[in-house]
């Protein structure tokens, strides 16, 4: 096929979104980063510089063959594996949490590309399965292992939001592909009868991140008063928000990181429900495009993998605006393109590569 050719088959509409949703995250973080004094942080500069590395990440994973990534599923997954094990012998600590691997002047989250991995390896692990869904126990033992294994490793960090999103994306796949009821009710069951024996196994800054979930006053000026100044960000925005630069919630430093896992409560102050409601809006149409993707590939493990691809953003998105509205606990998920956070930027422009893949080579011309 011609160069014109392939120019043409690209989603142009599902690059424009992604370009729309940089522009206002930018924007959202250069006021978020607004000092009180007028001055601004470094940090809408250092946003760009990721989000120029993450078009080169997305022109890469453009031009691989998605068909050839999954040969590559088994050697992706022990990378992954020894990455995180590498976080936990020589990672960098930041405020209690092992996270990073510094590689000269950068710092990168391995368990944030941990989530594309699992995607790809479930996708892997359940198009290969001959038995025809709705599944039973037995074709689920290995990519419930092989998760499983990798959330533990994430666990240990420790990050529980990001363990728990693993599960989720694989859930996801898993319950798309189609499992017997008979499995789902198991599974709930062994879920609710392990929530005490999981109690046990959190670190005490995760309880009290539960604990003040169910009751944020226990403790307002303590471990309640994120998610009390979040909400006071979010309502005091009202219908059309305070305008541009203007939030005192954000600005006055009420309102704790509010460049990363808060950024939405700074959109909300300053836009007010009808920008919260816009962008939450470009991120439901981001979704149902990554869905359409899924519809429409030609082969179970590109479906598969643009399912999984597709739940990592609506996770991230979920969760984190559930968290500044206090009905979810705080985890700390970025919210994708507009919290500031170098790894986020590079997996979200790789999974937006991902699903441009799989779209590009559904005819299979390519």
Known sequence: MSRGAVWRQIDWGFLALLALLCGVGLTVLWSASHG????????????????????????????????????WAPWIYLGTLGLLGAVLAVGHTTMGAQR?????????????FAKISMAIVTAHLLAREPANPPYG?????????????AAG?????????????????????????????????????AAAAGLPVAWGFLHDYQRQRILTFLDPERDPLGAGYHIIQSKIA?????????????GTQAHLRFLPERHTDFIFSVLAEEWGFVGAA???????????WGLDIASRARDDFGRLLAVGLTSIL????????????????????????????????LTTFVICGLLLNIRLRRFGRF
């Open 137 to 149: 126990v037995r074709p689920l033992l290995l990519p419930a292992g092989a998760v499983l294994l």
């Open 278 to 288: 816009f962008v939450l809006l470009l991120y439901g149409l981001w979704i149902l």
């Open 36 to 71: 009180p004094d007028g001055a601004v942080a470094s940090y809408p500069l250092r946003q760009v510089r990721w989000m120029a590395m993450g078009v080169l990440a997305l022109g890469v994973a453009v031009s691989v063959d998605y068909r050839k990534i999954e040969a």
């Open 234 to 246: 979010v309502g005091s925005g009202q219908l059309l928000g305070k305008g541009f630069l203007q």
């Open 100 to 112: 990073w691997i510094a590689l000269g002047p950068l710092r990168i989250q391995p368990s944030e």
């Open 314 to 345: 609506f996770f991230h998105v979920f969760v984190n605006v559930g968290m500044v509205l206090g009905l979810l606990p705080v985890v700390g998920v970025p919210l994708p393109l507009f919290s500031y956070g170098g790894s986020s930027v």
């Open 153 to 189: 490793a994430v666990l240990l960090q420790p990050d529980l939001g990001t363990a728990v999103l693993l599960v989720g994306v694989a859930g996801a796949q898993i319950l798309f592909q189609g499992v017997r009821k008979g499995v789902l009710m198991a599974c709930a069951g």
